[in-house]
């Protein structure tokens, strides 16, 4: 089992910087791909970027990609995700999740955070 707890969300204005992350507990983080999802209101969940066990091969949705910056630093068992030149559109509930694969598909993440809020507004 795996304890995920997400920080960093807040309120800031469009064109800021935000790094949100995702601290694990329970078994190391260190064997799981690392994922970031979010989910704004009455949207599906949707997926952000990933980032193998490894921390080489990341992948990122294509609105994210120049953008958001995902790392992993196994030796704090920690995971984040730097985001730059946010927007409006980005305010979302991110949730950091762990996978035996790197996917971007929700349903092969088995652990998972419970989200910290992300509004860009001005």
């Known amino acids: 089992q795996v304890q995920l707890v997400e920080s960093g969300g807040g309120l800031v204005q469009p064109g800021d910087s935000l790094r949100l992350s995702c601290a694990a507990s329970g078994r190391t983080f260190r064997g799981y791909a690392g994922g970031w999802f979010r989910q704004a209101p009455g949207k599906e969940r949707e997926f952000v970027a990933a980032?193998?066990?490894?921390?080489?091969?990341?992948r990122y949705a294509d609105p994210m990609k120049g953008r958001f910056t995902i790392s992993r630093d196994n030796a704090k068992n920690t995971v984040y995700l730097q985001m730059t030149s946010l927007k409006p559109e980005d305010t979302a509930v991110y949730y950091c999740a762990a996978s035996n694969w790197l996917t971007d598909s929700a349903g092969a993440y088995a652990f998972w955070g419970q989200g910290t809020q992300v509004t860009v507004s001005s």
């Open positions: 980032i193998p066990s490894s921390g080489i091969s990341t």
